[in-house]
Structures are given as structure tokens and as C-alpha cells.
């Protein structure tokens, strides 16, 4: 059964810092991993998926990597800004079996002016 | 593009009662998901829909919920009869290749059982 975690569950820095959101899964035969930011009140906005056979993505101040066979992912936050506070969640799309999005419990961030 | 539109965006009602929560997924999508997400359990996936079919609802709690997918485009989530643990934030999702895209979510229906 795939599990995902992440850590930390909270961070809070000051603005104008660059931060690294860690994830980690239990089973490596995924299709993708997935970022998304939750909103207070919101659904999820989709913001960085990776594919198995790939190695990060970028977008913009984000970048996500991909260490398939160590089950693990970072999310790189360049710059940070006031709106990017946020909970990011990670999800991954299990291959086999069960094939569904198994979501961490996210973590929630704080960017402080 | 109008996003995948959910309501009603909150329900409060008394145990024991019918829920039925809507979702009109995005024009053109033909993978839909529902999920509840709990403090305690995080984002858990009840079901979801390939081209208006069931495809796995392993994750449906009980024999209480019953979700239908008449068109492409529109589903409903059924609660008979509801429970206070019931009480969620039901989001549903869409995209429009399973394994290539990511999903698309609505603002969610937050349910309050009492």
C-alpha cells in the first residue's frame, strides 16, 4: 500500500528566503508525482507534475525533483513571497493495483513580510 | 474555462438526512474523482469515473455513499443517511488523461453533519 509523507508539517520563514519542501512515498511504481498548493478554503491548483521517467520540472520560482528509486521528492521555493504561504501537498499516481493518487498531509507554509 | 464547478459550497444538516452533493467537471475532461479530506485522514480518494463508468470505488466508506455519473457532464455524491463523522470537505477532481495530466479541483463542499 502506498504511503506518502512529508516533512515538515509547518514552516515558517521570513520573506526573500529559499525553501525546500521535502516528500517521501513507500512504493516506487508510480506513473507521476504531483505538487499541488491548497488555499485556506480552496480546492487544490495543480503546480508541478514530474512523469517516472523524469528528473524535476520548473515553473517559474518553483522547482520540483524526482529520486524514484530512493522515494523521495523536493520542492524548491526560489525567492519566497507573502502569497506563496500556502499548504503544499504532494501526491503520487501509483502504477498497479490500486492506481490512484495517494496524497501527503501537506505542508503548511508561512512567508513572513 | 470555467474549472470544475462543485455545490452546493457548504451543507449543514442534521443526522440521519440525505446529502447529495453536485459536480459539473471540466468541458472535455473524461477522468472524474471524488475525495473527502479530513484534519485527521488528510485527502482520501472515494471513487472515481473513466468515460461515466465506475472504475474503482474501493474507497467508498460505506454502503451510505453512492455516487452517480450520468453524462460527462455531471455527478453527484449521495450520503443515506448521513452520520456526524460524515463531516468533510468533499472535493471533486477531473482531468482529461489519467496518467499524464494532473487533476483539476473544485472549491469543495464543506459538509457539517450535526
Known amino acids: 500500500k502506498q504511503e506518502v509523507t512529508q516533512i515538515p508539517a509547518a514552516l515558517s520563514v521570513p520573506e526573500g528566503e529559499n525553501l525546500v519542501l521535502n516528500c517521501s512515498f513507500t512504493?516506487?511504481?508510480?506513473?507521476?508525482l504531483q505538487w499541488f498548493r491548497q488555499d485556506p478554503g480552496k480546492g487544490l491548483t495543480s503546480l508541478l507534475l514530474?512523469?517516472?521517467?523524469?528528473r524535476e520540472q520548473t515553473s517559474g520560482r518553483l522547482n520540483a525533483s524526482l529520486d524514484k528509486s530512493s522515494g523521495r521528492s523536493t520542492l524548491y521555493i526560489a525567492a519566497s513571497q507573502p502569497g506563496d504561504s500556502a499548504t503544499y501537498l504532494c501526491?503520487?499516481?501509483?502504477?498497479?493495483?490500486?492506481?490512484?493518487?495517494?496524497f501527503g498531509k501537506g505542508t503548511k507554509l508561512t512567508v513572513n513580510p | 474555462d470555467a474549472g470544475v464547478i462543485q455545490s452546493p459550497r457548504h451543507e449543514v444538516t442534521e443526522m440521519g438526512q440525505e446529502v447529495t452533493l453536485r459536480c459539473k467537471p471540466i468541458s472535455g475532461h473524461n477522468s472524474l474523482f471524488w475525495y473527502r479530506q479530513t484534519m485527521m485522514r488528510g485527502l482520501e480518494l472515494l471513487i472515481y469515473?473513466?468515460?461515466?463508468?465506475?472504475?474503482?470505488d474501493s474507497g467508498m466508506p460505506e454502503d451510505r455513499f453512492s455516487a452517480k455519473m450520468p453524462n460527462a457532464s455531471f455527478s453527484t455524491l449521495k450520503i443515506q443517511p448521513s452520520e456526524p463523522r460524515d463531516s468533510a470537505v468533499y472535493f471533486c477532481?477531473?482531468?482529461?488523461?489519467?496518467?499524464?495530466?494532473?487533476?483539476?479541483f473544485g472549491d469543495g463542499t464543506r459538509l457539517s453533519i450535526l
Open positions: 512504493d516506487s511504481a508510480i506513473y507521476n
Open positions: 501526491a503520487v499516481l501509483s502504477r498497479g493495483g490500486s492506481e490512484k493518487l495517494v
Open positions: 514530474i512523469q517516472s521517467s523524469q
Open positions: 477532481a477531473s482531468t482529461d488523461n489519467y496518467s499524464n495530466q494532473p487533476q483539476h
Open positions: 469515473f473513466n468515460n461515466n463508468v465506475p472504475i474503482d
